[in-house]
């Protein structure tokens, strides 16, 4: 198994008397991307401060390739390049002396490492612009850039694509799989879309409300919940047709998503047969369709927003 | 992990020069000494139309002669004929070796200034120069990058703690060297040597000149600008933990603004209410123990207003430090 280069355990916080978050536990591996997915208010960005040691955790570990990073913060802090929330600069600097203000905090690094990470972001024509003329685009890229430097172990980054267009993120969701491919850096994201972590990431962790919810594989998760059918019924047969698919064995569950319609959560290769039970016992089936699971309803299911309110479960696509 | 301080300082002086900090300081001076010069050079004017004569040696003789008869009448106190002797040498040299003491020169310009300057102008230079050393890598946001290094945050305030001092002193430095150079223009550049009178002390409420004496004028600007650097390293000190407490410049400057301010008022008419000598803002115009003027509050002397002024910037450090490395950075 490859190197455990984050590893989280217990960590809690309250901030005025309040608790915000509480026993968040979980892993990173050298070469993944792993990502950090939760709503708004979530923690997300109150956990990364206590990564990076912006903020005190009230309680639990932080260990960064094994070391601790209360007890050593330099040397822990000295593996980690991180972009918390805004990639802020000094606006008044060109992009180059920016860098060398790092430089000179991070110690032992040349001025043809500078060269080279401002030629793996692309931003050599404008490295001697001050960063206040600098595009968001530019300015995220200048970020990663300071953070990349000094070659941390793990990268951690919160909501990356914010204010990015569709252009931007593609751009940066390569270069994020490209660190943790070819470099083997960990990759730690923060993200509250959904898509996103399910394009990018390897492994997530989900939280809610400063809880962990769920720690896994993106696509084992995802197989987890079996993939979804939706049956078009007249009305009138509804309650036979829900009662005669919860007899079946195959399907695991069943609740309706609209008006003359049923969803099932079932193996889809069963469709035919289950299809064929049902006229069988006299129910009109009028429409059948598909529908692969994707995270969004992953999500919705663990954080209880979602089977509660089975109408408005319908924001699941098409794959 | 061996990031030196020299490297820290050098990235703090950067970050201050290029948002032109000192600039502005540069020229604050660069405008105002110029106008402070002209006003000085009207008043020595006017003196001179008022007297009626330009020719200042015969009123020295007179003034020498009229002393020599205090000094001739019996009834004069023992310490009295001893200042009265000192106050005679320091005429006859004026008249010995020519110089006017009507019309001063760049460092007679320069000790007036520093007189006038110590308790207000000079500070305030100082906080301009320190109110957002610490609170604008909050209010910018680059805290997070300033912090997230593999160096302690004791280090990271210490640096900039340096840095203050480094340009505190610089700017007390440049006023001295501006107000010589601008003023020598109007008055000339000699006077060096000129002998200042000082060594008064106060017993009772009451100045006594028993100890007074004379020093060459270098000496005496020396001590001076000694004791305003003192002024703007302490002003420097409080002014940067306001930094570290409030995260909006504007702020930090109301706040020391009117903490200077009602220093001000307070020396003017405090003398009723004793305790305040204990507050900073009232222990500024050290110059005063030197020229032997009263001070605004029974109690106060030179040691005195060192140690309270002191006390003020340890303890402004203290809580500067325990702050700002305890401090949650949130946004
Ligand atoms: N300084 C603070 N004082 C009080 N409450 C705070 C503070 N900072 C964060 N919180 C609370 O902590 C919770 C988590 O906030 P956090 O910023 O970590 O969420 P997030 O997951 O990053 O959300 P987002 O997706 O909006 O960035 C929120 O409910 C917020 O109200
Ligand atoms: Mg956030």
């Known amino acids: 198994m490859a190197e455990t280069v984050l590893s989280v355990k217990g960590l809690k916080k309250a901030i005025g008397g309040k608790p915000i978050i509480h026993d968040i536990t979980f892993d990173v591996y050298a070469g993944e991307v792993f990502g950090f997915l939760g709503p708004n208010g979530a923690g997300k960005t109150t956990t990364i401060r206590m990564l990076v040691g912006l903020a005190k955790a009230d309680g639990g570990d932080v260990r960064i390739a094994d070391i601790s990073l209360q007890d050593r913060f330099p040397e822990a802090i000295a593996q980690v390049g991180c972009i918390v929330e805004n990639p802020e600069l000094y606006k008044f600097l060109t992009g180059r002396e920016n860098l060398e203000q790092f430089a000179r905090m991070s110690g032992g690094i040349s001025t043809q490492r500078i060269e080279e990470i401002v030629r793996f972001v692309d931003l050599e024509r404008a490295i001697d612009d001050k960063v206040k003329t600098y595009s968001l685009g530019m300015r995220q890229r200048l970020g990663i850039a300071q953070a990349l430097l000094h070659r ?75 993939d979804q059918v939706e049956w078009t019924i007249p009305l009138s047969h509804m309650e036979q047709a829900a009662s005669v698919l919860r007899e079946i064995k195959a399907v695991t569950e069943v609740w309706q998503s609209g008006e003359e319609r049923l969803k ?20 009109p089936v009028t429409g059948i369709a598909t529908k ?18 089975g109408t408005e479960h319908g924001g699941t696509r098409t794959k | 992990m061996g990031q030196s301080m020299v490297g820290l300082v050098q990235n703090e002086t950067v970050k201050l020069l290029r948002r032109r900090r000192f600039l502005v300081v540069v020229l604050i001076l660069a405008i105002l000494i110029p106008i402070f010069t002209y006003a000085q050079y009207r008043s020595v004017v006017t003196a001179q139309e008022r007297m009626g004569t330009t020719d200042w040696r015969p009123l020295l003789t007179q003034q020498i002669v009229d002393m020599q008869n205090r000094l001739a009448s019996s009834r004069l106190p023992e310490e009295w004929r001893d200042f009265i002797k000192i106050r005679i040498q320091q005429q006859q040299y004026y008249l010995d070796h020519d110089i006017n003491p009507m019309a001063p020169g760049g460092p007679t310009f320069a000790r007036g200034f520093m007189d006038q300057a110590i308790s207000m102008f000079l500070p305030m230079i100082i906080v301009v120069l320190a109110v957002d050393l610490v609170s604008a890598e909050f209010s910018e946001g680059t805290i997070k990058l300033l912090l997230t290094r593999p160096v302690r945050r004791w280090k990271v305030l210490t640096s900039k703690y340096i840095t203050m001092l480094l340009f505190t002193s610089l700017t007390v430095l440049t006023t001295l060297i501006l107000a010589y150079l601008i003023s020598g223009v109007v008055f000339g550049y ?54 570290v407490l409030v995260r909006s410049a504007a702020a930090g400057m109301g706040i020391m603004m009117a903490a200077l301010i009602s220093g001000t008022i307070l020396t003017q008419m405090a003398s009723s209410w004793e305790s305040s000598k204990y507050l900073f803002v009232v222990n500024l115009q050290l110059t005063d123990y030197l020229n032997g003027t009263l001070p605004p509050i029974k109690g106060m002397t030179l040691p005195f207003s060192l140690t309270v002024l002191s006390v003020w910037a340890i303890a402004a450090l203290v809580v500067a430090y325990l702050v700002f490395t305890r401090k949650d950075v949130t946004s």
């Not at chain 1, 943790?180 to 850096?185: D, H, I, M, P, Y």
């Not at chain 1, 994201?189 to 990431?201: Q, R």
């Not at chain 1, 193996?267 to 049902?278: G, H, K, P, R």
């Not at chain 2, 017993?203 to 001590?223: I, K, S, V």
């Open chain 1, 152 to 226: 941390p172990k793990i990268l951690i980054l919160d909501e990356p694509t914010n204010g990015l267009d569709p252009a931007g993120i593609r751009e940066l969701r390569q270069f994020i799989r490209r660190l943790a491919e070819e470099e083997g850096l960990a990759v730690f994201i923060s993200s509250h879309l959904l898509s996103e972590i399910e394009m990018m990431c390897d492994r997530v962790a989900i939280i809610s409300q400063g809880k962990v919810i769920s720690v896994g594989v993106v696509n084992e998760l995802m197989e987890q919940f079996a």
């Open chain 1, 264 to 283: 099932t959560r079932m193996d889809i290769e069963q469709v035919s047969a289950v299809n064929q039970t049902l006229v069988g016992k006299g129910v």
């Open chain 1, 292 to 309: 692969t699971v994707t995270l969004e309803d992953l999500f919705l299911t663990l954080t209880g927003g979602g089977k509660e309110h």
């Open chain 2, 190 to 243: 000699s006077g060096w040597d000129l002998p200042i009178l000082t060594g008064f002390e106060v017993t009772d409420g009451e100045l006594t000149t028993t100890g007074a004496f004379m020093l060459p004028q270098w000496q005496f600007l020396l001590m001076q600008y000694g004791l305003g650097w003192f002024v703007c390293i302490v002003v420097g000190t409080v002014t940067f933990m306001v930094s």
